[in-house]
């Protein structure tokens, strides 16, 4: 581990953290010892309740380029901002807690982007789950993108990856990118970068970042390190309530305010809202085992969500989205059948949802949330 705090720091790695005593050190550990060495490694504890700082603080006591934070409990993006406002290298990226980095690959990465003046870099990275490793290869080939409107069209695979199928597949998760910091400068200036939205806020944060580049680089390298199976992670995590309102709202006026409307955003929003919902008859709420109401209860949601009404304060945009969505970017083979084919019902969804728990259960791959 470094002994000597670096002069010049090109480098800025926020880290926020949440509970992770059991995963934190060995994320620390491959941050610590990286071959680029003008690093600043900023962690911010965001209220943990378990040994987190102490193993922070451990690893503070032996590498002097860590920084630690402590907040109150905020969420996933007011810790990522405070980490961003502290940051003082050139460069800045950002690393769940859970995960690890591969030792020479900052130094790659940031040599590639001084030479090509690139304004942020998205490389590839693995799929670890504990029993195996797995290359999840979203870029092909090593190119530089200059075209604003490719590039926020790259933005928006956040959203839904059939966006720009040529190129990823789901890439809306910010630690495979590394921007520089004048492009976070900008965007936080503007204001609202870090807004906390329940799902898609990574998504939301790249298509605002992405909108201040102009010179984006695709490397091949691959770097990062992704672990599936944290129990803590909240892949599974249930919630007692639909998303609120206002975050379906507030992605449609994004588009609207930033243009995007001739570049199937409104597209991309639907196959969001689509597979979002089927998300949470799968997984977040209905027929979730810690979900309290009977299924006569949940059938009578559904069916007003379905015909486009609401019951009480439950709200999602189902009806509109899947009579307006282009079949083939919906995710879940299940709900494209049923879109598809009009057979989209409670009973229908019932059924889809035991054969996709079956699938799970198989090994099924899922997009993590913040705990």
């Given at each position: 581990?470094?002994?000597?705090?670096?002069?010049?720091?090109?480098?800025?790695?926020?880290?926020?953290?949440?509970?992770?005593e059991k995963?934190v050190?060995?994320?620390?550990?491959?941050?610590?010892?990286?071959?680029?060495?003008?690093?600043?490694?900023?962690?911010?504890?965001?209220?943990?309740?378990?040994?987190?700082?102490?193993?922070?603080?451990?690893?503070k006591?032996?590498?002097?380029?860590?920084?630690?934070?402590?907040?109150?409990?905020?969420?996933?993006s007011?810790?990522?901002?405070?980490?961003?406002?502290?940051?003082?290298?050139?460069?800045?990226?950002l690393?769940?807690?859970?995960?690890?980095?591969?030792?020479?690959?900052?130094?790659?990465?940031?040599?590639?982007?001084?030479?090509?003046?690139?304004?942020?870099?998205?490389?590839?990275?693995?799929?670890n789950?504990?029993?195996?490793?797995?290359?999840?290869?979203?870029?092909?080939?090593?190119r530089?993108?200059?075209?604003?409107?490719?590039i926020?069209?790259?933005?928006?695979?956040?959203?839904?990856?059939?966006?720009?199928?040529?190129?990823?597949?789901?890439?809306?998760?910010?630690?495979?990118?590394?921007?520089?910091?004048?492009?976070?400068?900008?965007?936080?200036?503007?204001?609202?970068?870090?807004?906390?939205?329940?799902?898609?806020?990574?998504?939301?944060?790249?298509m605002?970042?992405?909108k201040?580049?102009?010179?984006?680089?695709?490397?091949?390298?691959?770097?990062?390190?992704?672990?599936?199976?944290?129990?803590?992670?909240?892949?599974?995590?249930?919630?007692?309530?639909?998303?609120d309102?206002?975050?379906?709202?507030?992605?449609?006026?994004?588009?609207?305010?930033?243009?995007l409307?001739?570049?199937?955003?409104?597209a991309?929003?639907?196959?969001?809202?689509?597979?979002?919902f089927?998300?949470?008859?799968?997984?977040?709420?209905?027929?979730?085992?810690?979900?309290?109401?009977?299924?006569?209860?949940?059938?009578?949601?559904?069916?007003h969500?379905?015909?486009?009404?609401?019951?009480?304060?439950?709200?999602?945009?189902?009806?509109?989205?899947?009579?307006?969505?282009?079949?083939?970017?919906?995710?879940?083979?299940?709900?494209?059948?049923?879109?598809?084919?009009?057979?989209?019902?409670?009973?229908?969804?019932?059924?889809?949802?035991?054969?996709?728990?079956?699938?799970?259960?198989?090994?099924?791959?899922?997009?993590?949330?913040?705990?």
């Open positions: 581990m470094g002994d000597g705090a670096a002069v010049n720091v090109k480098l800025s790695i926020v880290v926020p953290v949440y509970n992770a995963y050190g060995e994320c620390l550990r491959s941050l610590c010892s990286q071959t680029l060495r003008e690093v600043e490694i900023i962690c911010v504890d965001d209220g943990s309740t378990d040994g987190s700082l102490a193993v922070i603080n451990r690893f006591n032996e590498d002097c380029r860590i920084k630690v934070i402590r907040t109150e409990n905020k969420g996933r007011a810790a990522r901002e405070r980490g961003c406002r502290e940051a003082s290298g050139a460069y800045i990226t690393v769940d807690d859970d995960d690890w980095v591969e030792h020479d690959s900052y130094r790659v990465l940031i040599r590639r982007m001084e030479q090509e003046d690139a304004d942020a870099v998205i490389f590839n990275w693995y799929l789950d504990g029993r195996k490793e797995r290359k999840c290869d979203a870029v092909r080939k090593d530089m993108i200059t075209d604003r409107t490719e926020c069209r790259l933005g928006m695979a956040g959203l839904c990856p059939q966006v720009h199928p040529a190129v990823f597949r789901y890439e809306g998760w910010p630690w495979n990118k590394i921007y520089k910091k004048s492009v976070f400068d900008r965007a936080m200036e503007e204001g609202n970068l870090f807004r906390e939205i329940r799902h898609f806020e990574d998504a939301y944060m790249n605002r970042l992405l201040e580049t102009s010179k984006l680089l695709l490397s091949k390298e691959f770097g990062y390190h992704y672990r599936k199976g944290n129990p803590l992670a909240g892949t599974e995590k249930y919630y007692d309530t639909l998303p309102r206002s975050d379906f709202m507030f992605y449609k006026e994004f588009g609207r305010k930033y243009g409307e001739s570049l199937d955003y409104s991309a929003v639907n196959a969001m809202e689509v597979n979002l089927w998300d949470y008859i799968t997984k977040h709420h209905y027929f979730h085992k810690d979900n309290p109401d009977s299924l006569r209860e949940q059938k009578k949601e559904i069916n969500l379905l015909a486009g009404r609401c019951a009480g304060e439950c709200f999602f945009p189902i009806k509109k989205a899947m009579e307006k969505v282009n079949p083939d970017w919906i995710n879940s083979r299940t709900m494209c059948f049923l879109v598809t084919h009009h057979k989209v019902s409670f009973l229908s969804l019932y059924i889809g949802s035991r054969i996709s728990l079956a699938g799970q259960l198989a090994g099924c791959i899922k997009r993590r949330e913040w705990k």
